[in-house]
Every structure is written in structure tokens, then in C-alpha cells.
């Protein structure tokens, strides 16, 4: 008989066994499962060397529902549409406007399911035009029409969307149908100003023989990809069941987005984000700023010059100057990157990172969130600190400088400030406004560089020292570095020259590239010793500028090892600007290009082109006029300036230009008035006084000549020539005893002055 205990163990012993084998089988399973499924697969593994293409924001949905919902109906996604029903928000029900700037009646009709407009067309003649896209979708939408050559025109009336009216868009000021603003000329051309922002991997395809767009888009508004790149790796990791997806650098994608520092995610915003200049198509890549397009800085008629927003700058030049920039604050930390709403609304949106007790406290901003019963917004961080515009007539625009008020800076520099701001306390004088502020904050101002800024812009004499102090002030905002730096160029002199020297080697490519920009008073040995390495730069735009600086070298003074180098960067360089070749100032800088390499000719035809792109280009207009003085065709060159200087009496390097010209062709009344313009104008400046003196002195004008000559050295007492050609004015009229005040003078502010102390000696020995 069995034991029954014994056979019991012995069968669980067995079943045991058996399941740990079955255990071994799943685990095994279970492990290889992924490589199993890829091996038979039918979605070929991700290539680490595949070039990505675009692929389109519905691809993106099966995966991304939630963002993809978010984007669906944002300003992004409604960027540009196809004209139909469903799109078109105006009024086109056989609707009217009179434009009160001048008096044109257009009408807005449907016909056989499209969209017109019957408006004052090309010829100043009244036509029909079919609307064929709409551009925007809040505050305002505007409609474009398709014209001869690819070009689609942007119509200078609007859809009010809150009023639900039609009304006229700035500017107001165009002259007619011949004017570069007008709608159906170049300033209105969606192609080049407005097409790259509102599309996805838009091509412009502009030729600049033909004069012809061939402009094509991959998505008609501003897609994932715009943001994130190309997607078609993404999706070809994507479509892989998560088991058998392979590690692939950021999930396949182009763009990392995710782990971003605040100054890369704010370099992928800026190319849409901000005043600038292409240097070609955007292709959607990561990347230095400066390899893809060139942002303005702080100059004259953009910005204010303490860097308020004046004209249409959007933001990214404005969040550069703040604070909250240069703490690592991103353009996510306050917009949801989907939808582009903010995170927050009113004041809760700052108190994310600012303490409620101390910020939002009266005790801080003094204002009620009632007034005279009603209901104030007075006590919002934006009012404050954020005064914005209203820029193409109804959209408001804060400025993102994000600043503490200024009002006696206002009262300094005549810019804006918060407190009287429209809606605020416009109403209340200035002094006003500064009285109760300092009540409430104090007498302590910190300086500010927009009082140096605005020197710099009016060529104050006692501007350079604290321009240069800005330009090297690592503590400031690389857009007012760059900016102080360019107005440097009108200070000439060894520390101005020591300035542009030391910014060359920063670390940020902007002041790299505004140096280049500025280097006119550098002469061939420092040219080739400072500029050459710079055509090995890391960022492309320093490198292509480099080479523009070169380019008025002898070719056979550049080291053999530089020259392959130079010939890329100036092809380049002449294709960036041929890109761009739709607009006068970059035919311009092909003329100064084809110029700088000798080709004369060459230079007046790419002028001449500027010129008749946009008649008001004057910059064109003035090196048309050089190239024609060079030719002999100084009449030509005479007319020219002459239409500059009427148009813009206040640029007074060109008034000096106009009167060096008189000179050359004898006519010295002229000469020596626009000599003595420009000498007013630019006081720092003394060679234009000089040359007045000598135009004077030819009309025989002698006491005028002899003031005009001691002003100048009053301001440059060192200058060797100045000092002998008054000398020897004194020395001919026999007026020894002015001679020798002159000497003494200039030894008391010279001591080493070698031609006075000769002068004195000769004089005391009777000579």
C-alpha cells in the first residue's frame, strides 16, 4: 500500500516544476515580445539618418488630442484661411465704405460663391478685385488678392470683428496708387511682408530677374511643425507600438522643445516675434538666432530711445530689455504654447512668481480697484508695466519690456510713460503725474540708458564716453549694447575704434555683427588683422558681414587660406540679399556689394532697382549719387542729394555730402551752406566744419572762414591740420599777435602739440 502523504508531496513537487516552467515561457515571452513584433513589423525601423519632411498638424492629433484641441481655433491655426463662408467674418452683402483719408468708395459683393471687392486699383482706376484668402481672425481680419506675377496684395480696408464695421488701415499718409504703401504695390505684397509668419515652411520663390513670385506653403497657417519641425521621424517612431520603439534622440523630432532653456524657447518664437530681417526661407530648425535672420535693435523711429515700443516691432526686441528676460522668465511661463492664451488672467497671472502681499497691495501700486463708484483697473500690474499701442488701427499691443514707470523721463527724453497713458491720467499735465509719483515711490531715480541713447542720437559731443560704458556693460540687455555700439560710428577717434575692437571677440553675435556693421574708419591692416578670423565665425549672419567688410579689400592682400572662405561667405551673403531682392534695401546692399568689388556699373543698376521698388529710399539715392560723382556725372549726383536733403533736412551726413560736391564744381555759396548745415548738426564731427572754413575762405569771406576754422579746433584742439591752416591764415594777413594766442592756447590744452611749439618759437624769434 502507497503512502498516501508521499505521493502527495511527490505530486506537488511535480506541479511546482511545471509552473515555474510556464513562468520561464511568459517571462521569456514577455522580454522578446518587442523584438519578435519588430521583426515582423511592417514599419521600417527609424533611420537616425533620415532626412525629416513635413508631415501636417492632422498627423499629429491621433497622438496629441489634447494640444492639438488647444491649437485648434487659436490665432495660429486661423493665421490664414481659404476665403469661403465659414472663414470670411466682413461684411460683403453688397456692403459700402468711403475711406475718410481719400474719399474712395469701395464695395464688398459675393458672386457665384466668391468674394470681391470694387476698389480704386493700380492705376488709381476703380476695378473689381476677387478676394480669394483672409489673413487673421482677431481683432481684425484682413483679405488678400491674387495680382499678376504670384503676387497676392493685402487690401488696406479691415474687418472690425468686436464693432463688426469695415475701416481704413494705417498707414494713412500714402500718397497714391504710385506710393511703395499703397495696397497694390510692394509694401503691401504678402509674399515678402507677411506671407513667412502666417504659413507653415512657406518658400517665397521670388526671382529677381522676372520680378515673379512662385510662393508655396506646406500648411496654409502656422502649424506643430512650425514649432517642433518637420515631423515626419516623430511619426515613423510613432507609429511603432510603444514596445518596439527604438531610442531615437528627442523622440525623433527636429526641434527639441521640452527641455529648453528660456533663451532657446524664446529664439523659436522670434523669428515670427519680432522686427528683423531674413536671411532666407524658415525651414523650422533650432539654431542661433543670428543663422537665420538679423533683429533690429533700438534705432531711431522703431523704438523710443529709452526702448518703449513706437512702431510695429512686435515683442521680442521689447522682452530682451526686461527683467524678467534676464531672469529666465520664457514666453511659456505666461502663454499656453497651444492655444496662446494666458496661463492666468489680471493680476494672477504675475503672481505665479510674485508674492500677493507685497505686489498686489495698494501699499504697492496706490491705485483702488474702484473709482467714483466704478469699477478701475488702475490696481493692474499690466497698467503699470506694460503700457502697450494700438498698432494697424485697433489691435493692442502691451509692450514686453515690462518696465517701472518713468514720467521724468518723459519730461527728459519726450517718450511715454505709464501714468499717462491713455485711460489712465491723460488728462492731468506731466508735472502732474511726476508730483504724485515721486509722492508715492520717492526721489531716487536709477539712471536709465535712454538718456544716454537719446545723446547718442542727437551726436552730442559728450555722448561717446557713456555710449561706449553702455556698449560694454555686460549687465545690460544685448539690444541696448548693440544699439549704443551703432550710434559709436558717428564718434570717430581711437576709443570709438578700441570699442568696436573689443566687441568683435563678445560672446554674443549681435554686438559681433553690429561691430561689422560699424567698422567704416578701420583701416586695410586692420581690416584684414580683425575682420579676416571672422569668417570663421559659429553664427552665419557675423560670417556673411565679415565678408562685406572684406570685400573693399584688395583681393590679392587677403591670406590665400581666407579667400575660399570669403568667396563662400559673399555668395552667401548675395544670396541672403537676393531673397530679399523684392525690397529696396536689399538691393541696395547688393549696389554696395558689386561696388565694394568694383563693379561700377553693376552698382548703379542694383540703386536704380531700390529706387524704383520704393521711390522714398533715400539711402539708395545717396550711394546712386556717389557712384554717379564717380562716373562724372556730378549734375546727376547733385540732383540727388538735393531730393534727400529736401525730404530729410535733418540728415546732415548727407547735407555734408551735397556740399563737398558744390565744392568739387565750384560752387563754393553753396558749398559752404551746406558745409555749415552739416557742421551744426554734427558738432562732434569737425572735418565738416574745416571743409566750410576752407569753401568760405574761398569766397574770400575771411572773418567767417577764421570763426568757422577756430570752432573746430575748439573741438579738436590735437588736429595737426586744423591748427597749420589757421596759423598760416594768421601768418598771411600778418596778424602775429592772433597767431601767437593760438599757439598758446593750444599748448596749454596740447602740451606736446609739435606744430604750435615750432609756431611759438618762431614767432619769439621775430622771424
Sequence with gaps: MKDPDTNNSI????????????????????????????????????????????????????????????????HHDLAMQQATELTVLGDFNDAEYTDPYNSVTSRFYRRDNKFYVE??????????????????????????????????????????????????????????????????????????????????????????????????????NVGCEACHGPGSNHITWADHPPFSRLPVENYGLEVHTNTLDP?????????????????????????????????????????????????EVYVYGSFTQSKM???GVRCSDCHDMHSLKLHKEKNDLC?????????????????????????????????????????????????????????????????????????????????????????????????????????????????????????????LPAIVRATALSLLRNYQGEATVAAFKRALEDDNALLRYTALRNLD???????????????????????????????????????????????KNLEEYRQAMLYNADFAAQCFNLGNLASNLGNKQEAIEYYLQAIEIDDLFYPAKVNLAMAYNQAGKNDEARILLQEVISEHPELYEIAYSLGLLHSEMNNYEEAAEYLGRAADGMPSYTRARYNQALALLKLQQWEAGETALNKALQVEPANREYFVT??????????????????????????????????????????
Excluded at 501636417?56 to 488647444?70: F, V
Excluded at 481684425?140 to 488678392?145: D, I, K, P, R
Excluded at 580683425?530 to 553664427?539: F, G, M, R
Excluded at 602739440?753 to 624769434?765: F, G, I, R, V, W
Aim: proline share 6%.
Design 11 to 74: 505530486t506537488s513537487k511535480s506541479c511546482l516544476q511545471r509552473w515555474e516552467l510556464a513562468a520561464l515561457v511568459a517571462a521569456f515571452v514577455i522580454l522578446a515580445a518587442p523584438f519578435l513584433y519588430l521583426a515582423r513589423h511592417d514599419t521600417a525601423p527609424l533611420s537616425p539618418e533620415e532626412k525629416a519632411v513635413f508631415a501636417g498638424a492632422e498627423k499629429c492629433k491621433k497622438c496629441h488630442q489634447a494640444a492639438y484641441d488647444k491649437w485648434k481655433g487659436s
Design 119 to 220: 476698389t480704386e486699383g493700380p492705376e488709381g482706376q476703380s476695378g473689381e478685385f476677387e478676394i480669394t484668402h483672409t489673413f487673421g481672425v482677431y481683432p481684425l481680419q484682413q483679405y488678400l488678392v491674387p495680382f499678376p506675377g504670384g503676387r497676392m496684395q493685402s487690401l488696406n480696408i479691415a474687418w472690425d470683428v468686436e464693432k463688426k464695421t469695415w475701416y481704413r488701415l494705417p498707414p494713412y499718409e500714402v500718397q497714391g496708387p504710385d506710393d511703395w504703401l499703397h495696397w497694390t504695390r510692394g509694401g503691401q505684397t504678402w509674399n515678402g511682408m507677411c506671407a513667412e509668419c502666417h504659413s507653415t515652411r512657406l518658400v517665397k520663390g521670388y526671382n529677381p530677374d522676372s520680378s515673379v513670385y512662385q510662393t508655396t506653403w506646406f500648411e496654409i
Design 263 to 311: 533663451d532657446k524657447q524664446i529664439v523659436l518664437c522670434a523669428p515670427c516675434h519680432s522686427r528683423r530681417f531674413q536671411l532666407g526661407d524658415n525651414r523650422h530648425e533650432q539654431g542661433e538666432l543670428l543663422d537665420f535672420m538679423v533683429p533690429s535693435i533700438l534705432e531711431e523711429g522703431l523704438y523710443y530711445p529709452d526702448g518703449q515700443i513706437q512702431e
Design 325 to 327: 528676460y534676464r531672469h
Design 351 to 475: 503672481l505665479q512668481c510674485h508674492r500677493t502681499e507685497i505686489y498686489d497691495s495698494k501699499v504697492h501700486h496706490f491705485h483702488k480697484r474702484e473709482h467714483e463708484g466704478k469699477p478701475s483697473d488702475g490696481y493692474l500690474c499690466v497698467k503699470c508695466h506694460m503700457p502697450g499701442q494700438y498698432y494697424m488701427g485697433i489691435d493692442y499691443r502691451p509692450d514686453h519690456s515690462i518696465r517701472i514707470p518713468r514720467p521724468d523721463l518723459s519730461k527728459e527724453l519726450d517718450t511715454p510713460n505709464a501714468c499717462s497713458a491713455k485711460g489712465c491720467h491723460d488728462d492731468k499735465s506731466l508735472d502732474w503725474n511726476i508730483e504724485h509719483y515721486t509722492k508715492w515711490y520717492g526721489e531716487t531715480r536709477k539712471p536709465h540708458y535712454g538718456t544716454v541713447i537719446a545723446e547718442g542720437r542727437s551726436r552730442s559731443p559728450e555722448a561717446v564716453d557713456e555710449l561706449i560704458r553702455l556698449a560694454e556693460d555686460t549687465l
Design 521 to 567: 574708419n578701420l583701416d586695410q591692416e586692420n581690416r584684414l588683422k580683425l575682420v579676416a578670423p571672422k569668417l570663421y565665425d559659429p553664427v552665419k549672419a557675423v560670417r556673411l558681414e565679415a565678408a562685406l567688410v572684406l570685400a573693399t579689400v584688395p583681393r590679392d592682400s587677403i591670406r590665400q587660406d581666407d579667400r575660399d572662405p570669403l568667396d
Design 726 to 767: 589757421l596759423a598760416n591764415f594768421y601768418i598771411n594777413f600778418r596778424q602775429t599777435e592772433k597767431a601767437k594766442r593760438l599757439a598758446i592756447k593750444t599748448l596749454e590744452k596740447v602740451p606736446d602739440h609739435p606744430d604750435a611749439q615750432e609756431l611759438l618759437k618762431m614767432l619769439d624769434s621775430g622771424r
